[in-house]
C-alpha cells in the first residue's frame, strides 16, 4: 500500500469513522428513493433500520443537514415537478408522488420552489 492509499484510509478514518452509522443512513436514504410514493414515517424507518428512531433521526440530520421527513418532502416535490412537467395534472402528480392532501401538497409545493402548483404548470407550458 502506498503512502497515498494510506493517507486516504486515514482521512476516512477520522472522518467516518462509524461504517454502521453510515451504512444505516445510507440505507435510509436509498429506502426513501424507491419507495417515496409510500405512506413513510419514522416509525418504519427505525423498524427497517433496526434503531431507536430519535438516534435515526440526530444520526439522518448529521450526515444529511436534514431530517428523514424533510428529505422524503423534497424527494416528493422533486418528482412532482418533473411529473407536472411531463403533462400530468397537479392533482394526479400530488397523488403519484405519496401526498395525501391537495392542499398540504399546495402549501409545500410553494414553499420549497417559490411558485403555487398552477403558476409552476403554466411557467413550464410557455
Known amino acids: ?7 486516504i484510509l486515514r482521512i476516512k478514518d477520522d472522518c ?3 461504517q454502521w452509522q453510515l451504512d444505516t443512513v ?16 419514522l416509525d418504519l424507518f427505525s423498524r427497517i433500520r433496526f434503531v431507536s428512531k430519535y438516534h435515526l433521526l440526530r444520526l439522518f440530520k448529521r ?11 423534497d424527494k416528493r416535490i422533486e ?6 412537467k411531463n403533462g400530468l395534472s397537479i392533482s394526479e402528480a400530488c397523488y403519484e408522488v405519496g401526498f395525501e392532501s391537495l392542499s398540504s401538497f399546495s ?15 403554466k411557467s413550464n407550458f410557455r
Request: aromatic share 18%.
Open 16 to 18: 467516518y469513522s462509524n
Open 26 to 41: 445510507i440505507g435510509l436514504r436509498n429506502y426513501i428513493n424507491n419507495n417515496f410514493k409510500e405512506n413513510l414515517n
Open 79 to 84: 418528482k412532482a415537478k418533473v411529473y407536472i
Open 107 to 121: 402549501t409545500l409545493f410553494k414553499r420549497k420552489t417559490g411558485f403555487s402548483p398552477r403558476a409552476y404548470q
Open 63 to 73: 450526515y444529511y443537514g436534514q431530517t428523514p421527513n424533510q428529505y422524503l418532502i
Open 1 to 7: 500500500m502506498n503512502l497515498y492509499k494510506k493517507e
